[in-house]
């Protein structure tokens, strides 16, 4: 579950960018998104706006980052291509690893740091 101070703006830069379908979006207070949940093939993930007090920030009001996040992906050079012309954040250019995986690294518009690549864990 990531938290994000908009995570309306969050999820369209998130289709975008990284090309995340939402799956679904419930809607809070004042406009929030209260839960919301997108897809990049079968993988799922969360996320919904800020909730400080339970902790749940971005990382826009953290030191550091506390996280980062790890998604293989087929196609990796078309990913890393959608991606910077989105506008990401570069912090890794793609290569290739010494255990065999093709991967970029980027921030996305509130400092998340994602990995995507070709490297699949094993079961």
Same mark, same amino acid.
């Given at each position: 579950m990531l938290? %994000?101070? #908009?995570a309306g703006a969050a999820? #369209?830069?998130?289709e975008k960018a990284f090309g995340f379908r939402t799956v679904m979006n419930f809607a809070g207070e004042n406009g929030a998104v209260a839960h919301a949940e997108m897809a990049l093939g079968t993988a799922v993930m969360m996320l919904g706006t800020s909730k400080p007090d339970f902790g749940w920030?971005?990382?826009r009001d953290l030191p550091a980052v506390? $996280?980062?996040i790890y998604v293989a992906v087929d196609n990796v #050079?078309?990913?890393? $291509? $959608?991606?910077? /012309? /989105?506008?990401?954040?570069i912090t890794r250019e793609l290569n290739e690893?010494? %255990?065999g995986s093709r991967e970029y690294v980027a921030k996305d518009l509130e400092g998340h740091d994602w990995s995507f690549g070709t490297y699949?864990?094993?079961?």
């Open positions: 938290s %994000y101070t #908009d999820i #369209d830069w998130l920030v971005s990382p506390n $996280q980062t #050079d078309a990913h890393f $291509q $959608q991606a910077k /012309a /989105a506008g990401a954040e690893t010494e %255990y699949r864990p094993a079961v």
